[in-house]
């Protein structure tokens, strides 16, 4: 389990977290609508999961910490080692839990984990212009914007613009051994 000193805490997405996941994206349809598209079914979710199997994507529920409620999930998506150091992130609230504040302190968990724990230097966050709770978030949390990527993602039956967003490690910050020195 990892922890912060907030409301929230993050706990890896394993499969023993279906029932409960697919039943928080069924209630969350509307909340997501347009913006994403998470598994609502047994095999979806199994099907998804599969992604997290080589290291390059990390899953993570946001729970609360008083109840064990989850409030939203998190990826850490396409980690790149090398002089990169990066990953993309992709989040999303929970129907029940949303607005209150849990999304911001979950993602503020999930930067102190990517760049202290996992090493990482660099997050990006893709988020369609029209997304305003998501573009809220990032900006909360100090993430730059950097520029539109016309037609980014296929998602809801088309290819998306989105947003890129991005925000560096704090110095002094430990590189992972896979930097190279030169």
């Known amino acids: 389990m990892l922890t912060n000193p907030s409301r929230v805490e993050l706990h890896p997405l394993t499969l023993s977290d279906q029932e409960e996941f697919c039943s928080l994206v069924r209630a969350s349809s509307e909340l997501h609508g347009p913006w994403m598209q998470l598994p609502t079914t047994a095999e979806e979710f199994r099907t998804w999961m599969r992604r997290f199997d080589d290291g390059t994507n990390r899953g993570l529920l946001i729970r609360v910490r008083e109840t064990g409620a989850a409030a939203g999930m998190v990826n850490i998506n396409s980690v790149i080692r090398g002089r990169y150091q990066g990953a993309s992130l992709g989040y999303a609230a929970f129907a029940p839990s949303a ?18 724990e996992l090493r990482l230097h660099r997050l990006e966050a893709n988020i369609q212009p029209g997304n305003k709770a998501s573009l809220a ?17 296929y998602i809801d039956g088309g290819w998306r613009d989105h947003e890129r967003w991005a925000v560096t490690a704090p110095t002094p910050w430990t590189p992972d051994p896979s930097l190279p020195e030169v």
């Open 99 to 116: 607005g209150r504040g849990y999304m911001t302190e979950g993602l503020t968990a999930v930067l102190e984990y990517a760049f202290t």
């Open 137 to 153: 978030v990032v900006q909360r949390l100090g993430f730059r914007y950097e520029g539109l990527s016309p037609d980014y993602l």
